[in-house]
Protein backbone atom coordinates (compact mmCIF):
# COMPACT_ATOMS: atom_id res chain seq x y z
CA UNK A 1 0.00 0.00 0.00
CA UNK A 2 1.07 3.18 -0.73
CA UNK A 3 1.36 5.61 2.58
CA UNK A 4 0.52 9.08 2.58
CA UNK A 5 2.48 11.51 4.17
CA UNK A 6 2.33 11.64 7.78
CA UNK A 7 0.47 14.76 9.20
CA UNK A 8 2.14 16.74 12.17
CA UNK A 9 -0.96 15.79 13.65
CA UNK A 10 -0.56 12.42 13.64
CA UNK A 11 3.19 12.25 14.52
CA UNK A 12 2.25 14.63 17.69
CA UNK A 13 -0.65 11.80 18.31
CA UNK A 14 1.42 9.16 18.52
CA UNK A 15 4.12 11.16 20.62
CA UNK A 16 1.63 11.68 23.72
CA UNK A 17 0.14 8.00 23.15
CA UNK A 18 3.45 6.59 24.46
CA UNK A 19 3.49 9.44 26.98
CA UNK A 20 1.03 8.07 29.14
CA UNK A 21 1.16 5.88 31.67
CA UNK A 22 4.00 4.62 32.55
CA UNK A 23 5.95 2.42 29.71
CA UNK A 24 9.31 1.83 31.77
CA UNK A 25 7.14 -0.16 34.08
CA UNK A 26 6.80 -2.62 31.01
CA UNK A 27 10.33 -2.21 29.67
CA UNK A 28 11.76 -2.94 33.04
CA UNK A 29 9.71 -5.63 34.51
CA UNK A 30 8.28 -7.64 31.63
CA UNK A 31 10.98 -7.75 29.16
CA UNK A 32 14.46 -6.76 29.81
CA UNK A 33 16.03 -9.36 28.73
CA UNK A 34 15.23 -8.34 25.24
CA UNK A 35 17.40 -5.66 25.06
CA UNK A 36 20.32 -8.13 25.36
CA UNK A 37 19.05 -10.77 23.19
CA UNK A 38 19.05 -8.27 20.67
CA UNK A 39 22.81 -6.69 21.19
CA UNK A 40 24.03 -10.45 21.19
CA UNK A 41 22.16 -11.59 18.20
CA UNK A 42 23.58 -8.07 16.26
CA UNK A 43 27.52 -8.96 18.29
CA UNK A 44 27.71 -5.69 19.59
CA UNK A 45 30.67 -4.73 20.92
CA UNK A 46 33.78 -2.26 21.33
CA UNK A 47 34.38 0.19 18.55
CA UNK A 48 30.15 -0.26 16.99
CA UNK A 49 28.41 2.85 16.36
CA UNK A 50 24.90 1.87 17.21
CA UNK A 51 21.87 3.41 16.51
CA UNK A 52 18.61 2.54 18.54
CA UNK A 53 15.49 2.93 16.46
CA UNK A 54 12.15 4.06 18.63
CA UNK A 55 14.67 3.16 21.69
CA UNK A 56 11.94 4.01 24.40
CA UNK A 57 13.66 4.08 28.02
CA UNK A 58 16.77 2.45 26.61
CA UNK A 59 15.52 -1.50 26.43
CA UNK A 60 18.50 -2.04 24.02
CA UNK A 61 20.41 1.24 23.73
CA UNK A 62 22.10 0.46 27.42
CA UNK A 63 23.15 -2.83 27.15
CA UNK A 64 24.51 -1.98 23.69
CA UNK A 65 26.55 0.85 25.75
CA UNK A 66 27.24 -0.94 28.49
CA UNK A 67 29.16 -3.64 25.84
CA UNK A 68 31.28 -0.97 24.72
CA UNK A 69 29.63 0.71 21.89
CA UNK A 70 29.01 4.36 21.04
CA UNK A 71 25.17 4.45 21.15
CA UNK A 72 23.03 6.50 20.04
CA UNK A 73 19.06 6.32 21.12
CA UNK A 74 16.42 7.75 19.32
CA UNK A 75 12.86 8.04 19.74
CA UNK A 76 9.37 10.26 18.85
CA UNK A 77 8.64 10.24 22.41
CA UNK A 78 11.31 12.79 24.58
CA UNK A 79 9.69 11.95 28.32
CA UNK A 80 10.69 8.62 27.10
CA UNK A 81 14.27 9.25 26.25
CA UNK A 82 14.53 11.40 29.96
CA UNK A 83 13.81 8.20 31.75
CA UNK A 84 16.22 6.29 29.59
CA UNK A 85 18.69 8.55 30.17
CA UNK A 86 18.35 8.30 34.35
CA UNK A 87 18.28 4.78 33.92
CA UNK A 88 21.70 4.78 31.95
CA UNK A 89 23.19 7.06 34.34
CA UNK A 90 22.56 4.81 37.19
CA UNK A 91 23.65 1.88 35.10
CA UNK A 92 27.16 3.64 34.05
CA UNK A 93 26.33 3.39 30.15
CA UNK A 94 27.65 6.78 29.72
CA UNK A 95 28.71 6.45 25.86
CA UNK A 96 24.59 7.07 24.70
CA UNK A 97 23.40 10.16 22.81
CA UNK A 98 19.91 10.45 23.15
CA UNK A 99 18.11 12.12 20.59
CA UNK A 100 14.30 12.98 19.48
CA UNK A 101 14.11 11.32 16.27
CA UNK A 102 11.04 9.77 14.18
CA UNK A 103 11.78 6.53 12.78
CA UNK A 104 10.16 7.33 9.24
CA UNK A 105 12.23 10.15 8.86
CA UNK A 106 15.87 10.24 11.11
CA UNK A 107 17.85 13.34 10.69
CA UNK A 108 21.15 10.96 10.71
CA UNK A 109 23.53 10.78 7.79
CA UNK A 110 23.18 7.95 5.12
CA UNK A 111 25.65 5.11 6.21
CA UNK A 112 26.70 6.68 9.79
CA UNK A 113 25.72 3.83 11.96
CA UNK A 114 28.01 0.23 11.91
CA UNK A 115 24.46 -0.98 13.49
CA UNK A 116 20.56 -0.25 13.77
CA UNK A 117 18.32 -1.69 15.57
CA UNK A 118 14.74 -1.70 17.13
CA UNK A 119 13.43 -3.41 20.13
CA UNK A 120 9.64 -3.38 19.71
CA UNK A 121 10.02 -0.11 18.72
CA UNK A 122 10.20 0.65 15.23
CA UNK A 123 7.17 -1.86 14.75
CA UNK A 124 4.96 0.68 15.76
CA UNK A 125 5.46 2.95 13.26
CA UNK A 126 2.45 3.69 11.31
CA UNK A 127 3.77 3.14 7.58
CA UNK A 128 6.05 0.39 7.18
CA UNK A 129 7.79 1.19 3.95
CA UNK A 130 9.16 4.53 5.19
CA UNK A 131 10.50 2.99 8.73
CA UNK A 132 12.29 0.60 7.19
CA UNK A 133 13.66 2.59 4.08
CA UNK A 134 15.13 5.10 6.88
CA UNK A 135 16.42 1.60 8.80
CA UNK A 136 18.21 0.87 5.48
CA UNK A 137 19.85 4.03 4.75
CA UNK A 138 21.62 4.99 7.66
CA UNK A 139 23.43 1.49 7.79
CA UNK A 140 26.77 1.25 6.15
CA UNK A 141 27.65 -1.51 3.98
CA UNK A 142 28.50 -4.38 5.64
CA UNK A 143 26.79 -3.11 8.73
CA UNK A 144 24.27 -4.76 10.94
CA UNK A 145 20.51 -4.83 11.87
CA UNK A 146 18.51 -6.25 14.37
CA UNK A 147 14.72 -6.28 14.84
CA UNK A 148 12.55 -8.04 18.01
CA UNK A 149 9.04 -7.58 16.86
CA UNK A 150 5.50 -9.20 18.65
CA UNK A 151 4.59 -11.15 16.06
CA UNK A 152 0.68 -11.58 14.93
CA UNK A 153 -0.09 -14.95 16.40
CA UNK A 154 1.42 -14.09 19.66
CA UNK A 155 0.21 -12.56 22.72
CA UNK A 156 0.53 -9.00 21.97
CA UNK A 157 -0.17 -9.45 18.58
CA UNK A 158 -3.55 -10.83 20.10
CA UNK A 159 -4.04 -8.04 22.01
CA UNK A 160 -3.57 -5.71 19.66
CA UNK A 161 -6.55 -7.75 17.39
CA UNK A 162 -8.42 -7.40 20.65
CA UNK A 163 -8.33 -3.66 21.11
CA UNK A 164 -8.81 -3.50 17.58
CA UNK A 165 -12.58 -3.15 17.11
CA UNK A 166 -12.25 -0.70 19.84
CA UNK A 167 -9.93 2.12 18.72
CA UNK A 168 -10.05 4.36 16.01
CA UNK A 169 -9.46 3.76 12.52
CA UNK A 170 -5.71 4.00 11.34
CA UNK A 171 -4.36 7.00 8.71
CA UNK A 172 -4.95 5.19 5.04
CA UNK A 173 -1.68 3.41 4.18
CA UNK A 174 -0.86 2.78 7.99
CA UNK A 175 -0.02 -0.78 8.88
CA UNK A 176 -0.28 -2.93 11.79
CA UNK A 177 2.55 -3.12 14.02
CA UNK A 178 2.37 -6.69 14.30
CA UNK A 179 3.06 -7.27 10.75
CA UNK A 180 6.94 -6.59 11.82
CA UNK A 181 6.67 -9.83 13.45
CA UNK A 182 5.87 -11.66 9.90
CA UNK A 183 9.10 -13.07 8.55
CA UNK A 184 7.97 -12.70 5.30
CA UNK A 185 6.52 -9.04 5.43
CA UNK A 186 10.04 -7.80 6.66
CA UNK A 187 12.06 -9.10 4.27
CA UNK A 188 9.54 -7.64 1.20
CA UNK A 189 10.08 -4.60 3.33
CA UNK A 190 14.35 -4.74 3.51
CA UNK A 191 14.10 -7.02 -0.01
CA UNK A 192 17.29 -7.05 -1.48
CA UNK A 193 19.11 -4.05 0.36
CA UNK A 194 20.40 -7.04 2.99
CA UNK A 195 22.14 -10.41 2.94
CA UNK A 196 22.93 -12.48 5.23
CA UNK A 197 18.78 -12.71 6.57
CA UNK A 198 18.52 -14.78 9.77
CA UNK A 199 15.02 -15.29 11.27
CA UNK A 200 13.88 -17.06 14.80
CA UNK A 201 10.73 -17.20 16.58
CA UNK A 202 11.21 -17.47 20.39
CA UNK A 203 9.16 -16.20 23.56
CA UNK A 204 9.81 -14.21 26.79
CA UNK A 205 7.99 -15.96 29.46
CA UNK A 206 5.87 -13.11 31.55
CA UNK A 207 5.17 -14.35 35.18
CA UNK A 208 3.84 -10.95 36.67
CA UNK A 209 0.39 -11.60 36.40
CA UNK A 210 -2.07 -14.07 38.22
CA UNK A 211 -4.96 -13.96 36.49
CA UNK A 212 -6.00 -12.50 32.79
CA UNK A 213 -7.71 -9.36 34.92
CA UNK A 214 -4.48 -8.08 36.39
CA UNK A 215 -2.47 -8.24 33.04
CA UNK A 216 -5.56 -6.20 31.94
CA UNK A 217 -5.19 -3.79 34.84
CA UNK A 218 -1.76 -3.33 34.55
CA UNK A 219 -1.60 -2.44 30.76
CA UNK A 220 -4.50 0.02 31.59
CA UNK A 221 -2.67 1.91 33.81
CA UNK A 222 0.71 1.57 32.35
CA UNK A 223 0.51 0.97 27.95
CA UNK A 224 0.29 4.12 26.12
CA UNK A 225 -1.64 2.05 23.20
CA UNK A 226 -4.05 0.35 26.15
CA UNK A 227 -4.74 3.56 27.54
CA UNK A 228 -5.63 5.30 23.97
CA UNK A 229 -8.53 2.49 23.43
CA UNK A 230 -10.14 2.84 26.47
CA UNK A 231 -10.21 6.68 26.24
CA UNK A 232 -11.65 6.31 23.07
CA UNK A 233 -14.60 4.32 24.67
CA UNK A 234 -15.00 6.17 28.32
CA UNK A 235 -18.34 7.51 27.55
CA UNK A 236 -19.72 4.39 26.44
CA UNK A 237 -19.89 1.98 29.92
CA UNK A 238 -21.32 -1.15 27.77
CA UNK A 239 -17.79 -1.04 25.75
CA UNK A 240 -15.78 -0.09 28.33
CA UNK A 241 -17.20 -3.68 30.14
CA UNK A 242 -16.90 -5.81 26.02
CA UNK A 243 -13.46 -4.59 26.24
CA UNK A 244 -12.51 -5.30 29.88
CA UNK A 245 -14.16 -9.13 29.81
CA UNK A 246 -12.15 -9.50 26.37
CA UNK A 247 -8.89 -8.80 27.43
CA UNK A 248 -9.58 -11.05 30.90
CA UNK A 249 -10.42 -13.73 28.43
CA UNK A 250 -7.71 -13.07 26.37
CA UNK A 251 -4.84 -13.01 29.51
CA UNK A 252 -6.25 -15.83 30.74
CA UNK A 253 -6.32 -17.89 27.89
CA UNK A 254 -2.51 -17.26 27.24
CA UNK A 255 -1.81 -18.14 31.30
CA UNK A 256 -0.81 -21.43 32.30
CA UNK A 257 0.71 -22.58 35.69
CA UNK A 258 0.82 -18.69 36.21
CA UNK A 259 3.06 -17.85 33.35
CA UNK A 260 2.10 -16.05 30.08
CA UNK A 261 4.51 -16.95 26.95
CA UNK A 262 4.64 -13.85 24.76
CA UNK A 263 6.19 -15.14 20.96
CA UNK A 264 8.41 -12.17 18.78
CA UNK A 265 10.49 -12.37 15.87
CA UNK A 266 14.53 -11.93 15.90
CA UNK A 267 15.38 -11.11 12.97
CA UNK A 268 19.08 -9.94 11.84
CA UNK A 269 20.49 -9.25 8.52
CA UNK A 270 23.62 -7.80 7.32
CA UNK A 271 23.67 -4.14 4.72
CA UNK A 272 24.18 -5.07 1.42
Known amino acids: MTAAPASPDLKARHR???GLGNYARVADELIPELGQVIVEACEIGPGDH???IAA???????PAALAGAEVTASDLT???LEIGQSQAEAAGADSITWRVADAEALAFDDGAFDVAMSCVGIMFAPFHEKAAGELLRVVRPGGRIGLVSWTPEGFIGQMFATMKPFMAPPPEGAQPPPRW???THVRGLLGDAVTSVQAE???VDIDSFATGAEFRDFFKACYGPTIVAYRGIADDASRTAELDAALAELGDRYLSAGTMSWEYLLLTAVRS
Open 16 to 18: AMW
Open 50 to 52: VLD
Open 56 to 62: GTGNAAI
Open 78 to 80: PEL
Open 181 to 183: GDE
Open 201 to 203: KRV
